[in-house]
């Protein structure tokens, strides 16, 4: 999430759903330019983390670029799942 918010500060908002969380690793090619994109980007290791289960976590952009939604899908990979167990998703605005 920092290194989403970095982004932000760099590139006068989030991500596109379709630049997705690739951006904080190289400069996106399609969707708003972002003429400030660090020479370095923004995850150094040039990989995007991955959820306690070893899956890409799901982003959304949302409200036009303005805000987002990061998920994990949890143990089962799966959307949905009962709340408060290993196959529950897990949001960042939750």
């Given at each position: 999430k920092s290194m989403l918010e970095d982004y932000r500060r760099y590139c006068n908002?989030?991500?596109?759903t379709e630049?997705?969380?690739?951006a904080l690793v190289?400069?996106?090619?399609?969707?708003?330019e972002c003429p400030n994109y660090p020479a370095g980007a923004f995850l150094k290791d040039g990989?995007?983390?991955?959820?306690?289960?070893?899956?890409?976590?799901d982003y959304q952009a949302i409200?036009?670029?303005?805000d987002f939604v990061i998920t994990s899908y949890g143990r089962d990979g799966k959307e949905g799942g009962e709340a408060k167990t290993p196959d529950a998703d897990i949001k960042s605005k939750e």
């Open positions: 908002q989030y991500p596109t630049q997705g969380l690739d190289a400069k996106p090619t399609s969707g708003p990989k995007v983390p991955k959820d306690p289960w070893d899956r890409p976590y409200d036009g670029g303005k």
